[in-house]
């Protein structure tokens, strides 16, 4: 699978969320709001894609942070259920909401290809 295309890729995604055969999925679908597609199960979808692909997107050290180049309160998913903390303390009088990116299954997709070819 060392040529991987948008299409192999988009087959994935529809077998992993179970997404109907009526519904487009091109590199322009967001996750969130297209597919409906969030927090824990985000997660999984990027550990999943990880063993499916054999590719690593994350380290231990930054998470996906550095593979989708994202800020110190960007995220790719909204948590699921009750936040107890619903924004991060950058100071003692400052707070900052979370940013929600609106994540596509191009970008995913792109970010498997680079990881593929570094790792060869």
Do not use: C
């Not at 997660?43 to 063993?51: H, I, N, Y």
């Not at 998470?63 to 790719?76: D, K, S, W």
């Amino acid at each position: 699978m060392n040529d991987l295309t948008f299409d192999e890729f988009a087959k994935f995604i529809r077998e992993y969320w179970h997404v109907s055969d009526r519904k487009k999925v091109s590199s322009e679908t967001q996750f969130e709001r297209d597919l409906g597609l969030t927090g824990d199960d985000g997660d999984d979808l990027l550990k999943a894609t990880e063993k499916r692909f054999e590719v690593t997107l994350s380290s231990e050290e930054t998470g996906v942070r550095e593979t989708f180049n994202l800020g110190p309160n960007e995220y790719l998913f909204h948590s699921e259920g009750l936040d107890l903390f619903p924004f991060r303390f950058t100071s003692l009088f400052e707070a900052v909401e979370p940013i929600i990116r609106e994540f596509t299954v191009g970008e995913l997709f792109e970010a498997v290809r680079k990881a593929k070819a570094t790792s060869k």
